[in-house]
């Protein structure tokens, strides 16, 4: 159990198989060159894989000789470029795992290379690439984005890399968009790593922007506040790309939520609002024909100096759909390690906090008005929108996250609608008789006197802390 400062808190491991030490029994797996190892282990299972000879990397991430790495709750593959010997451990039972001969691998490296070329031409004060990763719902985009990030930090670059799909975090929990410069390699085996808006970090860290979006699926509220919010993650991120001259030659990695891929009738206005803020010439659309192809027609007759690249890659035969269950076990896993880090190694330490009702300063979405409403308080600038109510705490409120803004509580509530977020913290338990609430921050310090915001998504987490 890991012991945390403050309560004597006690945080349920994370997963007490994956905790265990490396399975006993294990098997070596020979991979020839252009060869992929694929495996899919379920959240309570742990696979082992070491690399005895060779290389071999797990999407864009070099192995390091040696070194034992373990996945659960994971679909992954390894590739070898040159061919290698992988020691294996954990096999069996419910894990599946298979040599897979076709990878997307070549094409995706081959991308990687036309990006390298245009970061090479972008001279002083012109701007790299922008690029923009669309296609359907497990089709592999974040898989792309993670491989061309890794290329490009590999290359000595810097990209910046925007997350615009709330299912699942980056730097951040699901229910967020963010975007950070990265410039050191991706981890193999915690994804994107942690940062410092999640507690102190063993890796060099990253300094996410992050916004609050709180909804799960960008087409159901029809981009209403998707697209305001886009708008505002990219004045964010171009005045970041100002001021970087690095990242502003690396240029821009976009990955989206697949559901903007499904289009209404041949129309994609969130993609084409995400290629018109952030000024996208490049767009990559995986595997899905016919989205390439009205893209292909929207975009040909653009003047030179507009041009948008739709470029089309097929999508890697490994790419695995993912349940709801696998999906939001894997946000609650997402959570947990925002709080508590990935695993023993890496064990950060959340404090937990005791409030009054009246030091929280907690906002949702009104009653009664919809994401239109929302949105016609984006339209009417000049107005005070009355969006949000206050919130006072009651026992439905355990268990959920609450996003901390940088706004102040009495702020125009228009504002506290457009601020990026400082962190999210974890509602532990209501008292309504003490009228106090016991909250986890992965920050120390004082109850922020910020405006929180409670969104409906990413659903609660019950059991973070017992
Ligand atoms: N070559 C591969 N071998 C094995 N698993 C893979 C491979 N490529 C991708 N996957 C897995 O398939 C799943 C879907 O891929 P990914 O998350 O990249 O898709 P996505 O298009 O970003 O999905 P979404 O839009 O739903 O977020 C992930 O669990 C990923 O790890």
Not at 272 to 293: A, D, K, T
Not at 315 to 332: N, P, T
Not at 414 to 423: K, L, N, Q, T
């Amino acid at each position: 159990m890991l012991s945390l400062p403050g309560l004597n808190l006690t945080a349920p491991p994370l997963d007490p198989v994956a905790l265990a030490s490396a399975p006993a029994i294990t098997r070596t797996q020979d991979l020839s060159p252009n060869k992929e190892f694929r495996f899919e282990v379920p959240f309570g299972r742990t696979i082992t894989i070491k690399l005895l000879s060779g290389t071999a990397e797990y999407f864009g991430t070099e192995f390091a000789p040696n070194q034992l790495y373990s996945f659960s709750g994971t679909k992954g593959a390894v590739y070898s470029w040159h061919g290698c010997r992988l020691e294996i451990g954990g096999s069996g039972g419910d894990v599946s795992e298979y040599v897979a001969e076709e990878t997307g691998m070549m094409g995706y490296a081959n991308a990687h290379f036309s990006l390298e070329a245009l970061r090479e031409r972008a001279a002083h004060g012109i701007e790299g690439p922008r690029v923009l990763i669309v296609g359907p719902e497990n089709s592999g985009k974040t898989t792309f984005t993670r491989i061309l990030t890794s290329y490009a930090v590999k290359s000595g670059r810097q990209p910046m890399v925007v997350n615009l799909d709330p299912r699942q975090g980056m730097l951040s929990v699901p229910g967020s968009m963010s975007a950070a410069a990265f410039s050191s390699i991706i981890d193999v085996e915690d994804g994107w790593g942690s940062s410092p808006i999640s507690g102190p970090s063993p890796i060099p860290v990253k300094m996410p922007l992050v916004y609050h979006y709180g909804i799960g699926n960008p087409e159901l509220e029809n981009g209403k506040i998707f697209k305001p919010l886009v708008t505002r993650m990219a004045l964010a991120v171009m005045s970041r790309l100002e001021e970087d001259r690095m990242s502003k030659q690396a240029g821009l990695l976009i990955d989206t939520p697949g559901a903007i891929s499904a289009g209404k009738g041949g129309v994609y206005d969130n993609i084409e609002h995400i290629i018109s803020e952030f000024s996208v010439n490049i767009v990559f659309v995986m595997g899905m024909e016919r989205l390439y192809s009205d893209l292909t027609r929207k975009y040909s007759n653009l003047p030179s100096s507009d041009t948008v690249n739709i470029i089309r890659l097929d999508s890697s035969g490994g790419c695995v759909q993912r349940d709801e269950e696998y999906m939001k076990a894997l946000r609650q896993a997402q959570i947990r390690a925002y709080f508590f880090g990935n695993n023993d190694e890496v064990a950060l330490a959340p404090q937990s906090q005791m409030a009054d009702f009246e030091d929280l300063h907690i906002f949702k979405i009104k009653e009664g008005q919809d994401a239109n409403a929302l949105f016609r308080a984006y339209d009417d600038f000049g107005s005070t929108p009355d969006i949000y109510e206050r919130v006072t705490p009651t026992p439905e409120l355990q268990n959920s996250l609450l996003a901390v803004t940088t706004a102040a509580a009495n702020d125009r509530q228009e504002m506290i609608r457009d601020a990026s977020i400082r962190g999210y913290i974890y509602v532990a338990d209501v008292d309504e008789t003490k009228k106090k609430v016991r909250l986890l921050s992965p920050q120390p310090g004082q109850t922020p006197p910020n405006a929180l915001i409670l969104g409906s998504f990413p659903e609660d987490v019950p059991g973070l802390v017992s």
